[in-house]
């Protein structure tokens, strides 16, 4: 079957059809879910690991404010060292996640093709046709929606706890545990929906490249 163009374009790809496009490096990859991933994980770690930072945290920084402008030049060296064994794997787990969860999305592709430069792609009339293509429509519409959909998930979720948050301003002191619960709960809300959208356009991105890779 000849690929086509146009609506002539009636027949899903075939499994050749496929192969090739991803040695050329087009594949469906979700630009959705390795951020998601990172988000929802490190959300998760975060608030789990968040009294043991902090307190290691704020015993450093207090160690560090008492010997302001007397301590040697080379113990700045000290202090950023011991920062970076701090927050360093953290830092260093958002970048195997966001790695794998990329991998995951769409596989391992290493295409030369990819690496050609393409002059045609700087002329405006090609912006335009992607702008205007279902991809990017597609995108723009995605992004609105999640706009809506996150924002509005967030505002109910703080809308509903409303009488707990001004409670939090009676408290005597600063208590850890309302205020954990309080976040906990909108941002867990958050992460779901964060998940949910990801799934979605994992689903979008396949079917759009199945439709770009039709054949007549």
């Known amino acids: 079957m000849a690929e ?16 090739q496009a991803a040695e050329q490096g087009n594949v469906h990859r979700s630009a959705d879910l390795p ?17 043991g930072i902090g307190g290691r945290l704020e015993s450093y920084c207090a160690t560090w404010l008492s010997q302001a402008g007397t301590a040697p ?31 995951a999305s769409g596989g391992w592709v290493f295409a030369l093709a990819s690496l ?15 702008l205007f293509s279902k991809s990017g429509m597609s995108e723009t519409g ?22 707990d948050f001004s409670a939090l301003a009676a408290l005597n002191q600063p208590v850890a545990g309302p205020v954990m619960a309080l976040n906990l709960s909108v941002i867990s809300t958050i992460c779901v929906v964060i998940t949910l959208l990801a799934g979605a356009d994992m689903g979008l991105q396949y079917w759009l ?7 007549s």
């Open 116 to 130: 050609k430069p393409d002059l045609s792609k700087l002329m405006p009339a090609h912006g335009l046709g992607q």
């Open 209 to 215: 490249h199945r439709q770009k890779l039709r054949m």
């Open 142 to 163: 995605k992004a609105l929606l999640k706009f809506i959909v996150i924002g509005g998930a967030g505002a109910d979720m703080i809308y509903r706890h409303k009488p």
């Open 35 to 51: 951020k998601a991933a990172v988000i929802v994980i490190i959300t998760t770690l975060a608030l789990s690991a968040a009294a």
């Open 73 to 103: 030049t080379a113990a700045a060296m000290d202090w950023s060292e011991t920062m970076m064994l701090a927050i360093g794997p953290l830092l260093g787990l958002i970048a195997v996640l966001a790695v794998v969860s990329s991998f």
């Open 4 to 19: 086509g163009s146009g609506d002539d374009k009636r027949h899903a790809p075939t499994e050749k059809r496929l192969r």
